[in-house]
Antibody, heavy 119, light 102 residues
Framework: QVQLQESGPGLVKPSETLSLTCTVSGYSISSGYYWGWIRQPPGKGLEWIGSIYHSGSTYYNPSLKSRVTISVDTSKNQFSLKLSSVTAADTAVYYC????????????WGQGTMVTVSS | SYELTQPLSVSVALGQTARITCGGNNIGSKNVHWYQQKPGQAPVLVIYRDSNRPSGIPERFSGSNSGNTATLTISRAQAGDEADYYCQVWEVFGGGTKLTVL
């Protein structure tokens, strides 16, 4: 079955760039679907970050657009998130997920990875 | 930007019907998706495009959407339904509703 797994540093210093990778197994990214990132600060709700198609077309949350880059590596069946100039407000569990549309429902999610921004 | 409003909490007696609302301007003209999230777990899609259930989701979960309110209905509520529920429209998520089964 399709599985997604996030990976990356659990601790990032303020003003630096947060980098995460999502590895997809059981399905080829090149076959379709949109691949997205969602985050959840501790004790708070979900926030849509953005999504990407295998062609490289990207869709970003307007509130984060200036700091976010999502990219895809079809050869490794992975997609990645970079969030620049992080602050404590970016501390959250970061999830990767799959959707049928650019801003559609996410039907499969990774388990999530906690990222803390602290010096 | 578009906003979605959910009640902070909803309580339901065991075996009864729970209704969780999601309010938004003319939300009835948009596709609404619903997620269930239990503590320490990733969200699970329970309803997509207003009223469609993914495979593996019990028929007890249903959705409707009209006017300015979308509703997730959980029939015959079970203890295992206790969770946070989020609605989504485009890139916007509601604030989430904590469902308590009494």
């Amino acid at each position: 079955q399709v599985q997604l797994q996030e990976s990356g540093p659990g601790l990032v210093k303020p003003s630096e760039t947060l980098s995460l990778t999502c590895t997809v197994s059981g399905y080829s990214i090149s076959s379709g679907y949109y691949w997205g990132w969602i985050r959840q600060p501790p004790g708070k709700g979900l926030e849509w970050i953005g999504s990407i198609y295998h062609s490289g077309s990207t869709y970003y949350n307007p509130s984060l657009k200036s700091r976010v880059t999502i990219s895809v590596d079809t050869s490794k069946n992975q997609f990645s998130l970079k969030l620049s100039s992080v602050t404590a407000a970016d501390t959250a569990v970061y999830y990767c997920a799959r959707a049928a549309m650019p801003r559609g429902a996410f039907d499969i999610w990774g388990q999530g990875t906690m990222v803390t921004v602290s010096s | 930007s578009y906003e979605l409003t959910q009640p902070l909490s909803v309580s339901v007696a065991l075996g009864q019907t729970a209704r969780i609302t999601c309010g938004g301007n003319n939300i009835g003209s948009k596709n609404v998706h619903w997620y269930q999230q239990k503590p320490g777990q990733a969200p699970v899609l329970v309803i997509y495009r207003d009223s469609n259930r993914p495979s593996g989701i019990p028929e007890r979960f249903s959705g409707s959407n009209s006017g300015n309110t979308a509703t997730l209905t959980i029939s015959r509520a079970q203890a295992g339904d206790e969770a946070d529920y989020y609605c989504q429209v485009w890139e916007v998520f509601g604030g989430g509703t904590k469902l308590t089964v009494l």
